[in-house]
């Protein structure tokens, strides 16, 4: 396996010591600590860039509008072509799926190495500066797997939430422990596997876990001291208004529900206590407005996921948009795209926040890409819809229940918009969304809540092979958001049981996202392919940009290592 990177390494260290492992034809294997490092220490002496001012990418999202734009423009249409690798870095820690986003402040990049390990290195060279390792206090339950969607920071302390259910406060300068709290008891299916995200002087986290028959939560901790501040719960108790909401019999959206209302209100006396275990995990970073100091975060699946008997009413808030006052914690409102839902249509992907202009007016908007297979775009102030844009990929069976025998449906419950990032571009005005067609037969049963085991009430089949004759595929869409339309799409014939990790936008007007193990970098405005470099793994995390010392850097984490690009140095 080591041909392609000594083939690679021996290109770096011949003619002209030029930085090879360009994308094509070239290849990368998995890389041995002893070749990460030797690569290292000949890019530290290659790299000598000019002062300039910094770039930096201090959240998840890139800023607290979620955009994951970058407004480095150095790699543009152009020259991309020219893109290299500029240094690597090995986390030295195996993950099935590593979807960390890095996040850089003052020329140092943190990002996490599977789930419990927080990692600091020079953002220009890659050199490691600090290494956090969290044992967890015990074994953690986890639907999806171990992993960390990051960290977060400010300006002395880096942020970590554990797959064993702890918020972790490190010294920005030495990794060393700051405080820890536990956040929930991991042996009742608490998990926490978002990236943080810091306001002013809070740390504001959801749970995982809607797999096992929670009652989801956000939290906000004082950042200072690790103390909570409050608590919303993502189920509402009968003291707060409850959960079963409206009785409702269509969508907000006008689409109508397979629901028998009657049998649904007569068993409500029956199932009273349902919502204590209701899911509801919040488990993707929110979004922030400062000025209506709103956060914006979506909810999760109901529990048991694909039997709504023992669940009646609409199951607030879940498989919705809930918009959050930051000061107190309390709701604002509430934009529930599937109500009731029996399909697994959680709120995968986080949410995006820009201003909607629409003839001389602007509206302050939040958009986000859905499991629906349609991008939703509201009025962030009090949840009006403003449109939904043309369905990205086939839908059939939308909102039907699943029935003991099953119910082909798609998008199934890993169809449409999943947990990959979407990025957008005030630029083009484009959203770039990652959507996948993958049918499914969902079928219900009746199941049992046990503490701490898996609470789905059926079970999804189908969705890697082809029922109903529609083969699966991934789509990478440009929706404009101004009018809804889909600008161009590029289908992608990988395996749907794996996600990409997410997009990233640039002021170069290009677009990076991965397929399989390659990242890639597409024409924002027309969706060709300009690049594409082969990794050392399937690629489920997202890239991200910034510049330091003059020099605009593309970063991205495989299995086992983490990525930088740039332009050969002058």
């Given at each position: 396996m080591a041909g392609g990177i000594l083939a690679s390494l021996a290109g770096v260290f011949g003619v002209g010591l030029v930085l090879g492992l360009l994308v094509e034809p070239g290849q990368v294997d998995r890389l041995s600590r002893f070749q990460?490092?030797?690569?290292?220490?000949?890019?530290?002496?290659?790299?000598?860039?000019?002062r300039a001012a910094p770039i930096s990418w201090p959240s998840y999202g890139a800023d607290l509008s979620s955009t994951r734009y970058s407004p480095a423009g150095q790699v543009d249409r152009t020259n991309v072509q020219s893109l290299q690798v500029a240094w690597i870095h090995p986390t030295d820690e195996r993950t099935d799926r590593q979807r960390t986003t890095p996040i850089v402040l003052d020329g140092v990049l943190y990002y996490t190495a599977g789930a419990t390990t927080a990692i600091a290195v020079d953002a220009a060279s890659g050199r490691e500066r600090w290494r956090h390792r969290h044992t967890p206090v015990q074994q953690p339950r986890s639907c999806c797997l171990m992993s960390s969607r990051g960290v977060a920071a400010d300006t002395g302390q880096v942020y970590m939430a554990t797959i064993d259910a702890r918020l972790i406060a490190l010294d920005r300068a030495t990794g060393a422990r700051r405080w820890e709290r536990a956040v929930a008891n991991p042996d009742s299916g608490y998990a926490l596997t978002m990236a943080p995200l810091v306001v002013g002087d809070l740390v504001v986290v959801g749970v995982s876990g809607g797999e096992f028959g929670i009652r989801g939560f956000v939290d906000a901790y004082d950042a200072r001291t690790g103390e909570r501040r409050w608590r919303f719960w993502t189920i509402p108790s009968p003291d707060e208004g409850g959960w079963w909401g409206g009785w409702v019999t269509t969508t907000p959206d006008g689409d109508r529900l397979d629901r028998d209302i009657a049998r649904e209100r007569t068993?409500?006396?029956?199932?009273?206590?349902?919502?204590?275990?209701g899911g509801g995990g919040a488990w993707m970073t929110p979004s922030y407005d400062s000025t209506l100091r709103t956060l914006y975060i979506g909810i999760g699946n109901p529990a048991p996921m694909y039997n709504g008997r023992t669940r009646p009413g609409d199951n607030l808030y879940t498989a919705a948009i809930v918009a959050l006052d930051v000061d107190r914690g309390t709701r604002k409102w509430h934009y529930q795209i599937s109500p009731h839902d029996e399909a697994d249509r959680d709120m995968a992907a986080p949410i995006v926040l820009f201003d909607w202009r629409r003839g001389d007016s602007t509206v302050p908007a939040l958009a986000q890409a859905n499991k629906t297979g349609w991008v939703y775009v509201l009025d962030r102030r009090t949840g009006r819809r403003l449109l939904r844009s043309e369905a990205l990929i086939p839908q059939h069976n939308m909102f039907v229940r699943p029935a003991g025998e099953g119910k082909l449906m798609y998008p199934g419950p890993d169809g449409g918009h999943q947990s990959g990032a979407p990025a957008y571009s005030p630029r083009t005005g484009l959203l770039y969304a990652l959507?996948?067609?993958?049918?499914?037969?969902?079928?219900?049963?009746?199941?049992?809540?046990?503490l701490g085991y898996p609470y789905e009430g059926g079970r999804k089949v189908g969705q890697e092979g082809r029922p109903g004759g529609k083969d699966p595929w991934n789509t990478m869409a440009a929706v404009d958001l101004r009018s809804g339309k889909v600008r161009w799409q590029r289908r992608e014939l990988v395996p749907v049981a794996h996600a990409a990790g997410g997009v990233l936008a640039t002021a170069g007007d290009l677009v990076f996202y991965a397929v399989h193990d390659e990242l890639r970098a597409l024409d924002a405005e027309t969706g060709r392919t300009l690049w594409r470099f082969r990794c050392d793994g399937r690629l489920y995390a997202p890239a991200i940009s910034y510049a330091v010392g003059g020099r605009q850097f593309i970063a991205v984490a495989s299995r086992t290592t983490l990525f930088a690009f740039a332009l050969p140095s002058r």
């Open positions: 990460a490092r030797l690569l290292q220490s000949r890019v530290g002496q290659l790299a000598r860039p000019a068993d409500s006396a029956r199932y009273a206590e349902s919502w204590r275990t959507m996948r067609h993958a049918p499914a037969v969902v079928q219900s049963r009746e199941d049992t809540f046990r």
